[in-house]
T-cell receptor, first 114, second 110 residues
């Protein structure tokens, strides 16, 4: 299906474990983003990518790692999960220079760290 | 620092009772003001992009307007299915990273 997908949709893990959240988009958008959404904080940017092999930190990058070897994929890894990383994670993409700046969001991954 | 503030935080309406949601922004060189709808357990869904003061866009019962300092999302004769959180975001000319407000939670009672 065309669009932006995230997997898994739900994940429960334990403190200290490594977790990878996947994001895939079929539009060939240049830009991709990872946000976390928590009550009282709204959407907070973790990392973003302007193109394959180009990534940069957002507002709350500590404890997270990203990579983007292909335009369509932008995985987010929690190297050693902590309880404070319990959240809902959203991936988004936007076309970039010629296509505009509107972001399109995936359905989210609800992560619980025990 | 760019800021986007939405008000009210929560709004309860009766079906058919029109109202407006406010999004005030201080974004240097605004190059886009976005409105999203977010249903519980789902990702934000794009509604509108406004680019310049005076611009208006409509979709069904929703109309978004933009001035130099704020944007309004007008909801005319709302229905229960309009219940959702509405997010707005502004983006400056040199950036591809929007600044999001915290949203307005709208509940429309039948």
């Amino acid at each position: 299906d065309a669009g932006i997908t995230q997997s898994p949709r739900y994940k429960i893990t334990e403190t200290g474990r490594q977790v990878t959240l996947m994001c895939h988009q079929t539009w060939s958008h240049s830009y991709m983003f990872w946000y976390r959404q928590d009550l009282g904080h709204g959407l907070r940017l973790i990392y973003y990518s302007a193109a394959a092999d180009i990534t940069d930190k957002g507002e709350v990058p500590d404890g997270y790692v990203v990579s983007r070897s292909k335009t369509e994929n932008f995985p987010l890894t929690l190297e050693s999960a902590t309880r404070s990383q319990t959240s809902v994670y959203f991936c988004a993409s936007s076309p970039g220079e010629r296509g505009g700046k509107t972001q399109y969001f995936g359905p989210g991954t609800r992560l619980t760290v025990l | 620092e760019d800021q986007v503030t939405q008000s009210p935080e929560a709004l309860r309406l009766q079906e058919g009772e029109s109202s407006s949601l406010n999004c005030s922004y201080t974004v240097s060189g605004l190059r886009g003001l976005f409105w999203y709808r977010q249903d519980p357990g789902k990702g934000p869904e794009f509604l509108f992009t406004l680019y310049s003061a005076g611009e208006e866009k409509e979709k069904e019962r929703l109309k978004a307007t933009l001035t130099k300092k704020e944007s309004f999302l007008h909801i005319t004769a709302p229905k229960p299915e309009d219940s959702a959180t509405y997010l707005c975001a502004g983006i400056s000319g040199g950036s591809y990273i929007p600044t999001f407000g915290r949203g307005t939670s709208l509940i429309v009672h039948p």
